[in-house]
């Protein structure tokens, strides 16, 4: 089982950026896909983007796209989400999580290809 935690939420102003990182336990981080998700009040957990192993390969939900970046440094087991020209609708719980298959990139987002999920860092964003 990998820890995961993450960090960089915070209250920032629309139009803003933020940086979140995700801090991977364990010697196998660069063997799996990894993803961010997020969750605001009242609604359900909602892709944002996903990184092949080497980081050769990206995906992003489209309420995102052009805005945030996901990048990862396998030799810090370390997990990036850059994200810009942030809108209200933004503020919500993001989680990162790690894909339940190793060695697999897939452009399948849903929850259920995740199975080791984070705590969660709080984002807002006020108009």
């Known amino acids: 089982q990998v820890q995961l935690v993450e960090s960089g939420g915070g209250l920032v102003q629309a139009g803003g950026s933020l940086r979140l990182s995700c801090a991977a336990s364990g010697r196998t981080f660069g063997s799996y896909s990894m993803g961010w998700f997020r969750q605001a009040p009242g609604k359900e957990r909602e892709f944002v983007a996903a990184i092949s192993m080497s980081g050769t390969y990206t995906g992003y939900g489209d309420s995102v796209k052009g805005r945030f970046t996901i990048s990862r440094d396998n030799a810090k087991n370390s997990l990036y989400l850059q994200m810009s020209s942030l809108k209200p609708e933004d503020t919500a719980i993001y989680f990162c999580?790690?894909?339940?298959?190793?060695?697999?990139?897939?452009?399948?987002?849903?929850?259920?290809?995740?199975?080791?999920w984070g705590q969660g860092t709080q984002v807002s964003v006020s108009s």
């Open positions: 999580a790690r894909n339940r298959r190793i060695y697999i990139w897939s452009s399948d987002y849903s929850e259920g290809e995740y199975d080791n």
